[in-house]
């Protein structure tokens, strides 16, 4: 496996950790709760610690930017999926645009 292959696998792993993260805060009820807030911590770090590696390969500003759109699309899913935030037209629109620009910026880079 090459080393661009490794650091996208890294950074994919990173964006898991985070939505993971902050998934486990939607619980942690102002870190009022022990296992939640256990949680949410070591997923932020690992999320950071594996993003740290992936950007020793990857140029930092694509990395961060598509750790961070991929993390806020996701997690704006799974608040639609799982916790019954509302499904707008706009936010469709919003994560589509969110998509569009890490798409953008991946070929922009390749």
């Known amino acids: ?14 964006v898991a950790a985070e939505v993971a993260g902050t998934i486990a ?3 942690a009820e102002g870190f009022t709760r022990l296992l939640p807030s ?3 911590a070591a997923c932020y770090a690992g999320a950071i610690w594996l993003m740290s590696l992936a950007v020793r ?11 961070a759109g ?3 699309a996701l997690i704006a899913v799974a608040g639609m999926v ?4 509302a499904v707008t037209p706009l936010r469709v629109i919003g ?14 880079a390749g």
Request: charged residues 10%; negative net charge.
């Open 1 to 14: 496996m090459s080393p661009q292959m490794f650091a996208w696998l890294l950074l994919a792993a990173s």
């Open 25 to 27: 805060l939607r619980h």
């Open 38 to 40: 256990l949680l949410t």
């Open 57 to 67: 390969v990857l140029d930092v500003g694509l990395g961060y930017a598509v750790w």
């Open 70 to 72: 991929a993390g806020t």
């Open 82 to 85: 799982w916790f019954g935030d």
């Open 95 to 108: 994560l589509m645009t969110i998509v569009a620009g890490v798409v953008v910026l991946n070929i922009e």
